[in-house]
């Protein structure tokens, strides 16, 4: 279950013809949810030319047959680039519970 969509930036625009290209990548798993970035990039159909269009961030919430959430397996952050954002999400993590 989507629980919360934040910090959606949009960059440019996506043109008629043009390729659209989503990456999604988890950031961290906590208790029961999920850190979810992703990047809209377009592709230009004839030149092959990337940029990125928008980027978000969205946590999902894992629930059980009973609709209630239920543990999602822990994150394995193999390189430093992994480290780096499950603490940047655990940090926005904090920040929106203490608020």
């Known amino acids: 279950m ?10 440019a625009p996506i043109k008629v013809g ?3 290209r989503l990456t999604a990548r988890l950031n961290a798993a906590f208790t029961s949810s999920m850190e979810i970035g992703v990047r809209v990039e377009r592709e230009h ?3 092959g ?4 269009c928008a980027d978000a961030r969205a946590t999902f919430v894992n629930l059980g047959d009973d609709g209630k959430p ?3 397996p822990p994150l394995l952050a193999e390189t430093e680039e992994d480290r780096k954002l499950a603490a940047e999400a655990a940090e926005r993590r904090e920040a929106r519970r203490s608020a």
């Open 2 to 11: 989507t629980a919360r969509i934040e910090a959606i930036e949009f960059k």
């Open 18 to 20: 043009d390729v659209v």
């Open 70 to 72: 239920c543990p999602v």
């Open 45 to 47: 159909a004839k030149t």
């Open 49 to 52: 030319e990337r940029s990125l």
